[in-house]
């Protein structure tokens, strides 16, 4: 059944394989026990690949190479997803205290909504293309969700997805809280742009938006490239990056903080390095952002 998925829908099981990977890992940042099964076995094969062309770019320490002058290894994808994942757990189980809904938007294989331990009453939203959620029903016919469970078939440039999701039973009257994980790079910038108007009109005041970016110089740096060409060799290339992200979340009406993984190392432990001084230019960085409408 993954053959009917597209490009973006396949980089999904990708995700679900980093997933299983770091479930298996003793000193495992988060566990996802769905995760192996939601990869199959084209998931592990795109991570072999992607993993092949990381380490092909500059050599580097460890990680598929530094800047020119060596200075500032390439994250490594698995590290990159297990902080994300373990970041946006905490950020949505936090958020769940003060809202009763979460959209997980292209959601893929996020199986958050059976994994973590949520507040009763909770609604779990997930909107993404209908192959996408009809693989992942398929994959998880026997599990069981630890949220009320809404699956809203729709694409977030389609004209009509905020009606769908409030068919669902979304109520943009009352506070929420919105994942965009490992989307926007997808997007060309007015995509984007318009992504995060449209979820600010559909949010109520004291709503959350978290997301993760990386810079503009990431999509361009010649030791990115071989992820890059990964990407954009299975159809599905990166479009967008942002410099300042929480200029971009101030735009588009959400207060947002920005933080780099480094950031992080006290609580995960995953890093490699501490990330580059503001200043410096032709680095890659890695944004996670989370954002509050007032």
């Not at 993954?2 to 999904?12: E, F, Q």
């Not at 580097?60 to 200075?71: E, F, L, V």
């Not at 995960?268 to 989370?290: D, K, T």
């Amino acid at each position: 059944m993954a053959g009917v998925l597209d490009a973006v829908g396949r980089t999904s099981l990708l995700t679900a394989a980093m997933r299983a990977e770091e479930t298996r890992r003793p000193d495992r940042l988060y566990a996802d026990p769905y995760a192996e099964t939601l990869c199959g076995d084209l998931g592990p094969a795109l991570l072999a690949e992607l993993q092949d062309g990381t380490h092909g770019s500059a050599p580097g320490p460890a990680a598929g190479g530094g800047d020119r002058n060596g200075r500032h290894p390439m994250p490594r994808p698995l590290d990159v997803n297990a902080i994300r994942t373990r970041y946006f757990d905490d950020r949505l189980l936090l958020a769940a205290r003060d809202v009763p809904q979460i959209v997980s938007a292209a959601s893929g294989m996020d199986a958050r909504a059976y994994r973590l331990h949520w507040p009763p009453g909770l609604r779990y939203f997930e909107i993404d293309r209908a192959a996408v959620l009809a693989y992942k029903r398929d994959r998880l016919a026997d599990a069981v969700p630890r949220a009320e469970h809404r699956a809203v078939a729709a694409d977030l440039t389609s004209p009509d997805w905020e009606a769908r999701l409030v068919d669902a039973g979304y109520d943009p009257a009352l506070p929420s809280a919105w994942l965009l994980e490992g989307m926007l790079y997808y997007l060309p910038e007015e995509a984007v742009c318009r992504l995060l108007d449209r979820i600010r009109r559909i949010t109520a005041p004291g709503s959350v938006l978290a997301a993760d970016l990386v810079n503009a110089a990431g999509l361009t740096l010649p030791q990115a490239r071989g992820q890059l060409d990964v990407f954009a060799r299975w159809g599905c290339p990166w479009q967008y990056g942002a410099d300042d992200p929480e200029a971009l979340f101030a735009a588009h009406g959400f207060t947002a903080h920005a933080t780099q993984p480094d950031e992080l190392s006290a609580a995960y432990g995953r890093w490699i390095a501490p990330s580059p001084p503001p200043a410096e230019q032709e680095v890659r960085r890695v944004f996670l952002v989370e954002g509050r409408r007032g």
